[in-house]
C-alpha cells in the first residue's frame, strides 16, 4: 500500500504560479512511477506529467509542455509539480498518483495509488 497527500494548490491569477506536492508513504513509494492528473468539472480526468521512479525519464501534456515541471525528491518520497505561466483552463482538482508500471503512464488505469486531490483555480 502507498497514501499519498496532495498540498500546494490554491488561487491564483492568470500567469501566476503555484508549486504542488505530493507526499508519499507506505510499502517503497520511491519505486513508483509517479503522475499528476487533473479533472475540471463535468470533464474526464486527463493526464498532466509523469516521471519515472529514478526521476530520469519525464512525460508531459501537450498542454502543459513548457510551462509545467516534475520532479521528485526520492529522499523525501516527494513529489513535485511546478506550474508557471497558469491560464484559467489550468483550474481543476489535481492528483497525484503512483504507478508500479511504467508502460503507458499517460493512462489512469496504469495507476494503482491516488490521492485525494488539491483544487487550482486560476482567475483571469
Known amino acids: 500500500q502507498v497514501q499519498l497527500i496532495e498540498s500546494g494548490g490554491g488561487l491564483v491569477q492568470a500567469g501566476g504560479s503555484l508549486r504542488l506536492s505530493c507526499a508519499a508513504s507506505g510499502r517503497t513509494p520511491s519505486s513508483y512511477a509517479m503522475g499528476w492528473f487533473r479533472q475540471a468539472p463535468g470533464k474526464e480526468r486527463e493526464f498532466v506529467a509523469a516521471i519515472s521512479w529514478s526521476g530520469g525519464s519525464t512525460y508531459y501534456a501537450d498542454s502543459v509542455k513548457g510551462r509545467f515541471t516534475i520532479s521528485r525528491d526520492n529522499a523525501k518520497n516527494t513529489v513535485y509539480l511546478q506550474m508557471n505561466s497558469l491560464k484559467p483552463e489550468d483550474t481543476a482538482i489535481y492528483y497525484c498518483?503512483?504507478?508500479?508500471?511504467?508502460?503507458?503512464?499517460?493512462?489512469?488505469?496504469?495507476?494503482?495509488?491516488w490521492g485525494q486531490g488539491t483544487q487550482v483555480t486560476v482567475s483571469s
Open positions: 498518483a503512483a504507478a508500479h508500471s511504467e508502460y503507458d503512464v499517460s493512462r489512469v488505469r496504469e495507476y494503482d495509488y
